[in-house]
């Protein structure tokens, strides 16, 4: 027989092996953790040095708050992405125009102004810049350009832009709030989600110490049902 090592298989570290009997997705893990609270609230026998169940209860319900607007501000940002996403169309749109006008009044000499309302080259072409904080530059440009050109009362004129750079600016500051509350969700939420997954895994450990016979039917008796997840 070969030497017996902590790899060696059926001889896993306990916590690894508990590991396994806990959800991996969010929701489910919530689940678990609210079916755990109970019953060790319902079971003083069971206990831990270092925590109690009034301490999973308040983990449990902050990592429920965190994920609820985490879930909610997540299921926004798509509306928000798709706003920003029909107006950078609008703004493609609206600078081949632009480009047209350029070119009656300046003829050959036309794209000498390009530079005035924010486009730059790139390989062949010129364009707006697809990065939102240089379009939002590029609009207040375009503006200026447009009433210094005598463009302002064409069809893509004034009236036109002004109505994209009203909307774009507060959708790009409230796509950027989104990202930033939803990483700093993300954080909380994985750090509550580990020590929740530590007092879980204590408590199955704690389990099959004092149902060295039945701890299965106990784990299923708790909450721990791995067919569920």
Request: net charge positive.
């Given at each position: 027989?070969?030497?017996?090592?902590?790899?060696?298989?059926?001889?896993?570290?306990k916590?690894?092996?508990?590991?396994?009997?806990?959800?991996?997705?969010?929701?489910?893990?919530?689940?678990?953790?609210?079916?755990?609270?109970?019953?060790?609230?319902?079971?003083?026998?069971?206990?831990?040095?270092?925590?109690?169940?009034?301490?999973?209860v308040?983990?449990?319900?902050?990592?429920e708050?965190?994920?609820?607007?985490?879930?909610?501000?997540?299921?926004?940002?798509?509306?928000?992405?798709?706003?920003?996403?029909?107006?950078?169309?609008?703004i493609?749109?609206?600078?081949?125009?632009?480009?047209?006008?350029?070119?009656?009044?300046?003829?050959?000499?036309?794209?000498?102004?390009?530079?005035?309302?924010?486009?730059?080259?790139?390989?062949?072409?010129?364009?707006?810049?697809?990065?939102?904080?240089?379009?939002?530059?590029?609009?207040?440009?375009?503006?200026?350009?447009?009433?210094?050109?005598?463009?302002?009362?064409?069809?893509?004129?004034?009236?036109?832009?002004?109505?994209?750079?009203?909307?774009?600016?507060?959708?790009?500051?409230?796509?950027?709030?989104?990202?930033?509350?939803?990483?700093?969700?993300?954080?909380?939420?994985?750090?509550?989600?580990?020590?929740?997954?530590?007092?879980?895994?204590?408590?199955?450990?704690?389990?099959?110490?004092?149902?060295?016979?039945?701890?299965?039917?106990?784990?299923r008796?708790?909450?721990?049902?791995?067919?569920?997840?």
């Amino acid at each position: 027989m070969g030497e017996i090592t902590e790899n060696t298989p059926g001889l896993e570290p306990k916590e690894k092996a508990s590991k396994r009997n806990l959800p991996a997705a969010n929701l489910d893990l919530l689940t678990t953790a609210k079916s755990v609270t109970e019953k060790w609230r319902n079971t003083p026998a069971i206990t831990l040095i270092w925590s109690t169940a009034d301490n999973l209860v308040s983990k449990t319900t902050d990592y429920e708050q965190i994920l609820t607007a985490r879930i909610s501000e997540g299921s926004r940002r798509p509306v928000v992405t798709n706003q920003l996403k029909n107006l950078d169309k609008q703004i493609d749109v609206g600078i081949g125009f632009i480009k047209d006008y350029l070119k009656e009044l300046y003829n050959k000499d036309d794209q000498s102004h390009y530079s005035q309302y924010g486009l730059i080259k790139t390989g062949n072409k010129y364009i707006i810049p697809a990065d939102r904080d240089n379009r939002i530059s590029a609009l207040n440009l375009i503006l200026e350009a447009l009433d210094r050109d005598g463009l302002s009362g064409r069809t893509y004129g004034a009236a036109y832009w002004e109505n994209i750079r009203t909307q774009y600016l507060p959708l790009k500051q409230e796509a950027a709030g989104m990202d930033e509350s939803v990483a700093s969700k993300v954080s909380a939420k994985n750090v509550l989600k580990e020590e929740i997954k530590k007092h879980l895994v204590a408590i199955i450990n704690v389990l099959k110490g004092n149902y060295p016979d039945t701890y299965k039917s106990e784990m299923r008796a708790w909450g721990f049902q791995k067919e569920k997840y």
